[in-house]
Nanobody, 131 residues
Framework: EVQLVEFGGGLVQAGGSLRLSCAAS?????????IGWFRQAPGKEREGISY????????YYADSVKGRFTISSDNAKNTVYLLMNSLKPEDTAVYYCAADTDPSLWRPVPQPMDEMWGDYWGQGTQVTVSS
């Protein structure tokens, strides 16, 4: 059974940084999957912002975070990180880690994260950016 657990949310001032972690368990060595991050602010639709594939490290970033957020993985620890720099109040949301096992989503080219993305989900972690 695949499980995803997020860590690292909190309160930060605008312009600051936070790093979120997503610890994954239940995948095997041969599995081909991607782990990514969604966020949902109150009253807004869920937004897929970034993912990284396990096999070759292919990454995707939504325009809203490109240049400010960096996703990375430590395969030895089965953990994906999202480093969030230059945070803005509009980044305030609950951030969810998700995993998908459909390689067509990132090969041959990474596709945006739509409402079908995500076979497995974490419980979410709150990120609040104060102005």
């Amino acid at each position: 059974e695949v499980q995803l657990v997020e860590f690292g949310g909190g309160l930060v001032q605008a312009g600051g940084s936070l790093r979120l972690s997503c610890a994954a368990s239940g995948f095997t060595f041969d599995d081909d999957y991607a782990i990514g991050w969604f966020r949902q602010a109150p009253g807004k639709e869920r937004e897929g912002i970034s993912y990284i594939s396990s096999s070759d490290g292919t990454t995707y970033y939504a325009d809203s975070v490109k240049g400010r957020f960096t996703i990375s993985s430590d395969n030895a620890k089965n953990t994906v990180y999202l480093l969030m720099n230059s945070l803005k109040p509009e980044d305030t949301a609950v951030y969810y880690c998700a995993a998908d096992t459909d390689p067509s989503l990132w090969r041959p080219v990474p596709q945006p994260m739509d409402e079908m993305w995500g076979d497995y989900w974490g419980q979410g972690t709150q990120v609040t950016v104060s102005s």
